[in-house]
């Protein structure tokens, strides 16, 4: 740039440039009073052109002097620590954009105490050169914008990591909690959006090996599905399942997805029109905790000794496992009564119940099979299902306990 330009021009420049950019995100930018007190802007989420009170703080800087400290990778910003303590303890989550104004390109960083650190007087962040503010860097401002939906509304399930060697999937599993303000479809549109955007950076993996093939790439693609409880997840009454995909993921390995409510960032909802006839239905059969004891006390002490008996009959330990004997024995089983629906202070046991005779289930399962074809990997299968089953008999036999 061959002549100086003004700071005053130079603010100016950034401010345009970055509304500009919000503009193409379809995100709203409103620029703060001229007053100066570290945040010059904020951004505020959209949802199919809908604003949705998501906000984020936003402190601009323009002009050559923001990069003086930069390389191809980083860029160092530097900034006081009244700054540092104004930014830190703001009720918003704040972003630095640093605008390059010859090649109108925009950085952003977050700056909070996580990334910020102290050099002497002052405090430092690392803002990578790949954080351009362009349509890709969309679902990431939606993940760090100010949360709609508060943590205690809803409950996480389960959480799993289901990425293969060439993409990063996860998965969750939520439950909505009662409260004073009903859910809407709106709310759970929010709460699936929000649950996205912490997945795709989620740190859970299911392996080591997961870890390392994946720990340095967000998710590319994330599933969602919301419950009103643990029983209507196990009865398939969902709310509504969600699954997002990564634009940019190549065809080939683009999941077969189902149909819904789309969006241009990739995300399908799903709802689930017959979800409160079911749950009707499986509230009607929600039976008295006495009642619900009453019949797991009776699958207790029905499986316990059928997998006590058998457990240690592998061949890999006391010798060749009677394999007819236990499908006989299993017969039992046959002879339980019909699940009932527990009351809500029986939910954790009540899938426990579930889990064991699953368990169970397979059990029998890969017993027939070894019968058929005496294949060491039916006799393998049959002994994990067996140690399966006989923890969970641990579990209930602590979970009728604590319910009592």
Same mark, same amino acid.
């Given at each position: 740039m061959s002549t100086k330009i003004a700071s005053g021009i130079l603010g100016d420049m950034g401010i345009a440039l970055t509304r500009f950019r919000c503009g193409q995100m379809d995100l709203i930018f409103r620029e703060k009073p001229t007053q100066d007190y570290g945040i010059d802007a904020e951004i505020e989420i959209t949802r199919e052109g809908i604003a949705t009170g998501?906000?984020?703080?936003?402190?601009?800087?323009?002009?050559? @002097?923001?990069?003086?400290?930069?390389?191809?990778?980083?860029?160092?910003?530097?900034?006081?620590e009244? &700054?540092?303590d104004y930014w830190t303890q703001h009720s918003l989550p704040v972003i630095v954009v640093l605008v390059d104004p010859v090649e109108e390109v925009c950085f952003w960083g977050v700056v909070n105490s996580s990334n910020a650190t102290k050099v002497k007087t002052q405090y430092m962040i690392e803002v990578p050169r790949s954080q351009v503010l362009n349509a890709s860097a969309r679902q990431q401002l939606v993940a760090i914008a100010t949360p709609l939906i508060a943590s205690s509304a809803?409950?996480?399930?389960?959480e799993q990591d289901q990425s293969t060697s060439f993409k990063r999937v996860v998965s969750s599993s939520l439950k909505l909690?009662? @409260?004073?303000?009903?859910?809407?479809? &709106?709310?759970v549109r929010q709460l699936i959006l929000e649950r996205t955007g912490e997945l795709r950076g989620s740190s859970y993996y299911r392996s080591e090996? @997961?870890?390392?093939?994946? @720990?340095?790439?967000?998710?590319? !693609?994330?599933?969602? +599905?919301? +419950? &009103?409880?643990e029983h209507h997840k196990a009865r398939g009454a969902y709310v509504a399942r969600a699954l997002w995909v990564d634009p940019e993921l190549s065809?080939?390995?683009?999941?077969? *997805?189902?149909? *819904? !409510?789309g969006d241009p960032t990739g995300m399908v909802i799903d709802w689930n029109d017959e979800a409160q006839e079911l749950i009707r239905l499986i509230d009607e059969r929600r039976v008295p905790k006495s009642d619900y004891l009453e019949y797991a006390r009776k699958v207790f002490g029905t499986v316990e000794p059928l997998v006590s008996r058998h457990r240690y009959l592998h061949p890999a330990q006391h010798g060749q496992a009677n394999?007819?004997?236990?499908?006989?024995?299993?017969?039992?089983?046959q002879d339980l009564p019909e699940e009932p629906?527990?009351?809500h202070e029986c939910e954790r046991l009540g899938q426990r119940v579930e889990e064991l005779l699953a368990y169970l289930g397979s059990a029998v399962i890969f017993a027939q099979r070894v019968v058929e074809g005496d294949k060491q990997t039916d006799k393998v299968a049959f002994e994990d299902y067996l140690n399966d089953a006989y923890t969970k008999t641990i579990i209930i036999r602590y979970e009728i306990d604590l319910v009592v």
């Amino acid at each position: 740039m061959s002549t100086k330009i003004a700071s005053g021009i130079l603010g100016d420049m950034g401010i345009a440039l970055t509304r500009f950019r919000c503009g193409q995100m379809d995100l709203i930018f409103r620029e703060k009073p001229t007053q100066d007190y570290g945040i010059d802007a904020e951004i505020e989420i959209t949802r199919e052109g809908i604003a949705t009170g998501q906000l984020i703080s936003v402190q601009i800087k323009c002009g050559p @002097s923001q990069f003086v400290e930069a390389n191809e990778d980083r860029i160092i910003f530097r900034f006081k620590e009244r &700054h540092y303590d104004y930014w830190t303890q703001h009720s918003l989550p704040v972003i630095v954009v640093l605008v390059d104004p010859v090649e109108e390109v925009c950085f952003w960083g977050v700056v909070n105490s996580s990334n910020a650190t102290k050099v002497k007087t002052q405090y430092m962040i690392e803002v990578p050169r790949s954080q351009v503010l362009n349509a890709s860097a969309r679902q990431q401002l939606v993940a760090i914008a100010t949360p709609l939906i508060a943590s205690s509304a809803y409950e996480v399930i389960e959480e799993q990591d289901q990425s293969t060697s060439f993409k990063r999937v996860v998965s969750s599993s939520l439950k909505l909690l009662p @409260s004073d303000k009903p859910w809407t479809q &709106h709310s759970v549109r929010q709460l699936i959006l929000e649950r996205t955007g912490e997945l795709r950076g989620s740190s859970y993996y299911r392996s080591e090996q @997961s870890e390392a093939l994946h @720990s340095t790439s967000a998710a590319s !693609e994330v599933w969602v +599905y919301v +419950y &009103h409880s643990e029983h209507h997840k196990a009865r398939g009454a969902y709310v509504a399942r969600a699954l997002w995909v990564d634009p940019e993921l190549s065809e080939d390995l683009r999941p077969q *997805g189902f149909d *819904g !409510e789309g969006d241009p960032t990739g995300m399908v909802i799903d709802w689930n029109d017959e979800a409160q006839e079911l749950i009707r239905l499986i509230d009607e059969r929600r039976v008295p905790k006495s009642d619900y004891l009453e019949y797991a006390r009776k699958v207790f002490g029905t499986v316990e000794p059928l997998v006590s008996r058998h457990r240690y009959l592998h061949p890999a330990q006391h010798g060749q496992a009677n394999y007819p004997e236990f499908i006989r024995d299993a017969e039992v089983l046959q002879d339980l009564p019909e699940e009932p629906v527990p009351p809500h202070e029986c939910e954790r046991l009540g899938q426990r119940v579930e889990e064991l005779l699953a368990y169970l289930g397979s059990a029998v399962i890969f017993a027939q099979r070894v019968v058929e074809g005496d294949k060491q990997t039916d006799k393998v299968a049959f002994e994990d299902y067996l140690n399966d089953a006989y923890t969970k008999t641990i579990i209930i036999r602590y979970e009728i306990d604590l319910v009592v």
